[in-house]
C-alpha cells in the first residue's frame, strides 16, 4: 500500500496563490508516476497535473496549464502542486494519486483516473472572487 497525505489547501483570493504537498508513506513511492486531481460540487473528478516518476515528463489540464506547475521530490517521498494566479472556477477537492506499479507513462494513462491506484483523502481549494 502507498498512504498519501495532501496538505496545503485552504481559501485564497482570485489571483492567488497555494501550494499543495502530498506526502507519500509505505510502498516506495519514488518509482511511481503520480498525478493531481480534482472535483468541484456537482462535478465528475478531472485531470489536473500528472508527473513521471523521474520528473523528466510532465501533463496539464488545459485549464491550469501556464498557472500551475507540478513537481516532487523523491527524497522527502513528496509530490507538489503550485498554484497560481487562481480563479473561482479551480475551487474543488484536490486529491493526489499514484499510479499501480509498472504503469507506462503516456498522456492516455497519466489523465485517466482509471490508471491511479492509490488516492489521498483530498484538501478543501476554495477561493473567492
Known amino acids: 500500500q502507498v498512504q498519501l497525505v495532501e496538505a496545503g489547501g485552504g481559501l485564497v483570493q482570485a489571483g492567488g496563490s497555494l501550494r499543495l504537498s502530498c506526502a507519500a508513506s509505505g510502498r516506495t513511492f519514488s518509482n511511481r508516476h503520480m498525478g493531481w486531481f480534482r472535483q468541484a460540487p456537482g462535478k465528475e473528478r478531472e485531470f489536473v497535473a500528472a508527473?513521471?516518476?523521474?520528473?523528466?515528463?510532465?501533463w496539464y489540464a488545459d485549464a491550469v496549464k501556464g498557472r500551475f506547475t507540478i513537481s516532487r521530490d523523491n527524497a522527502k517521498n513528496t509530490g507538489y502542486l503550485q498554484m497560481n494566479s487562481l480563479n473561482p472556477k479551480d475551487t474543488a477537492v484536490y486529491y493526489c494519486?499514484?499510479?499501480?506499479?509498472?504503469?507506462?507513462?503516456?498522456?492516455?494513462?497519466?489523465?485517466?483516473?482509471?490508471?491511479?491506484?492509490?488516492w489521498g483523502q483530498g484538501t478543501q481549494v476554495t477561493v473567492s472572487s
Open positions: 508527473i513521471t516518476w523521474s520528473g523528466s515528463r510532465t
Open positions: 494519486a499514484a499510479v499501480r506499479a509498472a504503469t507506462i507513462a503516456t498522456m492516455e494513462t497519466m489523465t485517466s483516473s482509471s490508471s491511479y491506484d492509490y
